[in-house]
């Protein structure tokens, strides 16, 4: 079918039906697999209502997951505000998984369904089978069995243990669940399916280990002959995986509750790549079904009020308020990611002297595909934007980079449209996607084992950014509930190690009982 003009086309108005989509699907498939060569999982598509989509908002989108009172609340928030038309529903959801799955809304027209496969079964299963983040993160294969594993194991917990204690651990890892990933690489993604499985033999372990290690710890006199360094390197600190150090140290936890924290954090890694390539992700979507759409309305396999359809949508979901509009919140990823990849095929078929000079490796390329699936694999977000965004978006975007710098009663214009500012400017948008500046730096530096086993946890402050006090209290609250003993958190400055703040929490001791 690749080529081939459309003896008719697909579809005229807007209902569709199964056989409808299949149709659809087919069409859609050697052009994305053939022509953009593509590289995806296969594929399974269900057809949800928007209640379900809601249930699927609720748990954040995942096929499987265990109950949480907080689901509940998200899904009656979302309710409220779709059914008093305060709100929208996204047109399709598509799980990391292989197969991929993807859930298309029984409400959309045919055009919409035939965007979304494209979009969602194409562009994002296609990103998230070939980006590095993902490869070196996620196990696709396993993340569905793992769910299952998640779900009947704290059922079980409920039931063994009551509802109350359960919740009360879930709680608590919900608060720590940003810090509660790995932030460098390991060698290969954790199996997820084999996790579930050795579940048993880590109880035995923990069962046979953890009361020796705390009857060892040393107390009295004894405490002063350990070497500081060697207490923490004993413990792998500092630790940045808070939810891990307590899954493996914490003094009063059970098995049962370890292995709680042990499934948060595993899930939240699985959510971590997400986190730095939403821009990329959204943009390699958008960019393929922009492409596929304008193919099929070229071949005829969809009709000019289809896509007319298609561009109003597709407009909507690009759009990106301008800084003075009253609209702004920040960059739309869509935007972004689309924009920075259609320059990138602009660049590589017809390139100024000026494209060439930024960019002499793509520039004049021809092949704008090749070069943009090897920018899918091979970058997250904060690379992209600081390799890719060229002078000539930065104009046609009127982009410039403001000063506001504390104690001074007026704002500086710091970078313009020259090379220096272009430069500037990249470098500054880049920075907005930089995972560490997205969320707080808190590792665990130190604890006293040997004496009141206080833990002190350690957030570095970037650019006097300190964090706020009421949430720092209620998260440091469920840390200490979680550890047991007292918890000291003192953040310091970055870069002179000074010590700007602290904040301490006890454990609530009924939470324990």
């Not at 056989?19 to 659809?24: E, G, T, V």
């Not at 793992?146 to 243990?161: P, S, T, V």
């Not at 879930?170 to 509660?180: F, P, S």
């Not at 919140?329 to 990611?337: H, K, Q």
Request: charged share 25%; glycine share 6%.
């Amino acid at each position: 079918m690749t080529g081939e003009l459309a003896s008719a086309p697909l579809f005229t108005g807007s209902d569709w039906d199964f056989s409808l989509i299949n149709r659809i699907y087919e069409t859609v498939e050697p052009i994305a697999l053939q022509e953009m060569k593509l590289d995806i999982y296969p594929n399974q598509i269900e057809i949800i209502s928007a209640e379900q989509m809601l249930d699927a908002y609720s748990s954040i989108g995942m096929p499987l997951f265990y109950k949480h009172w907080s689901f509940g609340k998200q899904f009656v928030t979302n309710e409220m505000m779709y059914r008093k038309g305060l709100r929208g529903l996204a047109y399709e959801l598509v799980i990391n998984s292989d197969p991929c799955i993807n859930y298309l809304m029984q409400e959309n027209s045919a055009t919409m369904q035939t965007l979304v496969i494209a979009h969602a079964a194409f562009g994002h299963n296609h990103f998230f089978k070939n980006n590095y983040v993902f490869k070196q993160w996620t196990d696709a294969e396993g993340i569905l069995d793992y769910l299952e594993f998640a779900k009947r194991y704290i059922a079980q917990c409920e039931e063994r243990y009551g509802q109350l204690p359960v919740e009360r651990v879930l709680d608590a890892a919900h608060a720590l669940m940003n810090q509660g990933v790995h932030r460098y690489p390991r060698v290969r993604p954790r199996d997820l399916k084999a996790e579930a499985a050795r579940e048993a033999e880590r109880q035995a372990y923990r069962d046979r280990i953890y009361d020796d290690l705390w009857r060892t710890v040393p107390t009295g006199a004894k405490a002063d002959a350990i070497p500081s360094d060697a207490r923490r390197a004993a413990l792998g600190l500092p630790q940045e995986n808070i939810l891990y150090f307590l899954e493996k140290s914490g003094p009063r936890l059970e098995s049962w509750q370890r292995e709680i924290l042990r499934i948060v954090r595993l899930i939240a890694q699985y959510f971590y790549p997400q986190r730095q390539t939403k821009a990329m992700n959204e943009g390699c979507a958008t960019y393929t079904h922009y492409r596929i759409m304008t193919t099929l309305h070229e071949r005829g396999w969809i009709t000019d009020g289809s896509f007319m359809e298609f561009l109003s949508s597709h407009t909507n979901v690009v759009y990106q308020p301008t800084y003075d509009s009253g609209q702004f919140g920040g960059f739309n990823p869509y935007a972004l990611g689309f924009g920075i990849m259609s320059d990138i095929e602009r660049i590589c078929r017809e390139p100024t002297e000026e494209d060439r000079e930024w960019f002499p490796e793509i520039a004049g390329s021809g092949d704008a595909m090749e070069v943009l699936k090897d920018i899918w694999a091979n970058y997250r977000d904060e690379s992209f934007v600081s390799q890719f965004l060229s002078p000539h978006l930065i104009r046609q975007w009127r982009l410039f980079k403001i000063l506001d710098k504390q104690g001074e009663s007026e704002l500086r214009v710091d970078a313009i449209h020259d090379e220096r500012g272009y430069r500037r400017i990249r470098r500054s948008l880049a920075r907005e996607y930089e995972i560490g500046r997205q969320e707080p730096d808190i590792q665990v530096v130190d604890v006293d084992l040997a004496g009141d086993r206080k833990l002190i946890v350690e957030h570095a402050v970037l650019d006097g950014v300190q964090l706020d006090a009421g949430d720092a209290a209620m998260v440091l609250q469920n840390l200490a509930n979680l550890w047991g003993y007292e918890v000291l958190l003192k953040e310091v400055d970055s870069e002179t190690r000074k010590e700007l703040k602290s904040h301490s929490a006890q454990p609530n001791m009924a939470w324990l009982r």
